[in-house]
């Protein structure tokens, strides 16, 4: 029977959270909410706090300060064993006992969660996986790959309501990563609220409904779209066969079109004698065109029009240097 | 949502024990332990050896010996056949948990219902069960042998009520001592060697009280053996009480002391 809630109460809620190792903070006043059904994306260099935010909130390890929910239930010490109940965390490390075979490894935890059909969960856990047919297979044997998809199968045994992954596919080659890739994909779809931490960034904007980004604070959070356009202007590029005569007289006052310059860190455009231009624009779908007719108008040969595309990378950048330099 | 308080949040301790899962952690170990070279050897060679050195005293002793050093060596005898509770079991408890945190295991189990008087009771148990039918076993290979081979009246002189009857009541006691003591360091340690040698010592304790009747320093009378009894009986009740204690989670996931 699955544990997924169904009422509309966030799958994890957190509140001025915070947790200190003596005198190092690990993070701090960290506020966000995860509804359900969400794959939330969790970002940050190493040593941001990713890991420790886990283990509290997989109650692991204690708060210093601040107040959550999580699974629907406040995170108190009476708490600890209902809530893990309700969730699952599949560790960096996938933690096997490499002696005993891979069905074994599953009987045990499902026997931990005191799963009444655990032959059937265990089964279905490796039917998820794709490891069918290495159930019989020691630990030992298997790849680092393998390995984590036995770790996910464990994970995904008591059916949780919301499933930790710490950067599951660290360590693996692209295939694998793929693979696993493909796996969370697949919990999406069946409404398992990921939070999902990493520090691939092409992963978690694949994935992730939305992304923080921890450095000890939390940095920012939203869809990965939203912070892109709350960091970074939008602009189209312009290159032509030739240098325009007169750009000012082509882009000033196109509409949707804020500003433009002659993009200098084009380093071939002078070299093979090309024009590139970049448009700051407040709406691309009206300047895009109107850009286009200015061109033709001015006998421009227009050799590509596009709109800039930063990726989540370019943000999580941004943040993390301003961190940086903020710091020194 | 509700103020957190700074007590460690896996550490709630509502409702009973719960035996599926303390049976679960039992099954495991011994899957584990059978799988595991090192502990299978030492829990092979330490009660050969345990078992051999009383064979042959006992066989070496001549049927006109003494009374007083037949009744010595018949002591010392059976002292080493509590040996072999005691030190067999430091292997595998001394094991039990910082073996879980090299092999990484440490951090999916926690994360999982399971209490931490579960665990631990767990594996005690399975330190426990295997111990007590190593160490029967020897005891009755050490009889029938004994039986079979050794002079009659040294046979009589093992095969006395009141010694048969301590060898079995004090062999679980003295093995639950170990074992707590084994679990207890595996807790504190980040380092399974060093748990083992610390663990083997730690289960001598005892041993040094049954080894001042073997040479006649206590004299064993049933008054005090019963108190002996019962003092170990309470020790190895409340054994998992005590190791719970020590039992910091935070620690043991991240190598630091809950603050």
């Excluded at chain 1, 359900?36 to 390890?61: S, W």
């Excluded at chain 1, 005191?114 to 490891?131: F, G, H, M, S």
């Excluded at chain 2, 039992?26 to 299978?40: A, G, L, M, P, T």
Aim: proline share 6%; with cysteine.
């Amino acid at each position: 029977m699955s544990t997924t809630l169904k009422t509309t109460s966030p799958a994890l809620a957190v509140t001025g959270l915070a947790k200190r190792f003596g005198p190092r903070t690990a993070f701090s006043d960290l506020s966000f909410q995860v509804d359900q059904g969400e794959v939330f994306g969790f970002l940050g260099p190493n040593g941001a706090g990713k890991t420790t935010t886990v283990r509290t909130l997989g109650t692991l390890i204690a708060p210093s300060e601040g107040s959550a929910t999580v699974a629907g239930l406040p995170l108190t010490p009476a708490n600890g064993i209902e809530i893990r109940k309700r969730i699952s965390i599949m560790p960096e490390s996938p933690g096997l006992y490499l002696r005993l075979t891979v069905a074994e490894n599953l009987r045990f935890f499902a026997g931990l969660h005191e799963l009444p059909d655990a032959k059937d969960r265990i089964d279905r856990a490796l039917r998820a996986v794709n490891l069918t047919d290495r159930a019989n297979d020691p630990c030992r044997s298997l790849s680092k790959g393998l390995r984590q998809r036995v770790g996910l199968a464990r994970a995904l045994l008591n059916d949780p309501s919301v499933l930790f992954l710490d950067e599951p596919t660290s360590g693996l080659d692209p295939v694998s990563a793929r693979e696993v890739h493909e796996l969370i994909d697949g919990l999406r779809r069946r409404g398992v609220t990921i939070f999902l931490t990493t520090h691939r960034l092409a992963e978690a904007e694949r994935l992730c409904d939305r992304v923080a980004i921890l450095n000890t604070t939390l940095r920012t959070i939203g869809r990965p779209d939203e912070l892109r356009d709350q960091l970074f202007s939008k602009t189209l590029g312009v290159r032509t066969a030739r240098p325009l005569a007169d750009p000012a007289a082509v882009f000033t006052g196109l509409p949707g079109v804020e500003s433009w310059r002659a993009d200098n860190s084009a380093g071939d455009s002078s070299d093979d004698g090309c024009g590139s231009y970049v448009l700051g624009v407040t709406d691309p779908d009206l300047a895009a065109p109107a850009a286009t007719r200015a061109l033709v108008a001015a006998d421009a040969d227009v050799l590509s029009l596009s709109q800039s595309q930063h990726s989540l990378e370019d943000v999580y950048l941004q943040l993390i240097d301003t961190d940086g330099e903020t710091a020194s | 949502m509700s103020l957190i308080l700074t007590r460690r949040p896996g550490a709630g301790r509502t409702g009973p024990l719960s035996r599926p899962r303390i049976r679960a952690v039992v099954r495991k170990e011994i899957q584990d332990y059978r799988r595991n070279r090192f502990i299978v050897v030492t829990m092979t060679v330490m009660p050969v050896i345990f078992m051999i050195l009383p064979v042959i005293d006992t066989f070496a002793l001549p049927s006109d010996v003494a009374s007083s050093m037949l009744t010595q060596r018949v002591g010392l005898s059976l002292l080493y056949m509590l040996i072999v509770p005691a030190v067999t079991p430091a292997a595998i408890s001394a094991y039990s948990v910082v073996g879980e945190r090299e092999q990484g295991t440490m951090e999916p189990v926690l994360t999982t219902p399971l209490r931490t008087e579960e665990f631990l009771i767990g594996k005690a148990l399975a330190a426990l069960l295997p111990t007590l039918a190593i160490s029967y076993g020897v005891f009755g290979l050490f009889l029938l042998l004994t039986e079979l081979f050794a002079h009659p009246n040294v046979a009589t002189a093992v095969f006395q009520g009141p010694l048969l009857l301590a060898q079995v009541l004090f062999t679980p006691l003295v093995a639950g001592w170990s074992i707590w003591a084994g679990i207890a360091i595996s807790a504190r340690s980040n380092d399974v060697r060093v748990a083992q040698q610390l663990s083997t010592l730690a289960s001598l304790p005892p041993l040094a009280v049954t080894s001042l009747f073997s040479f006649g320093v206590l004299t064993p009378t049933l008054r005090l053996a019963l108190i002996l009894a019962a003092v170990l009986l309470v020790v190895d009740s409340l054994g998992w009480r005590a190791v719970s204690a020590l039992f910091d989670r935070e620690r043991l996931v991240t190598g630091r002391r809950a603050s």
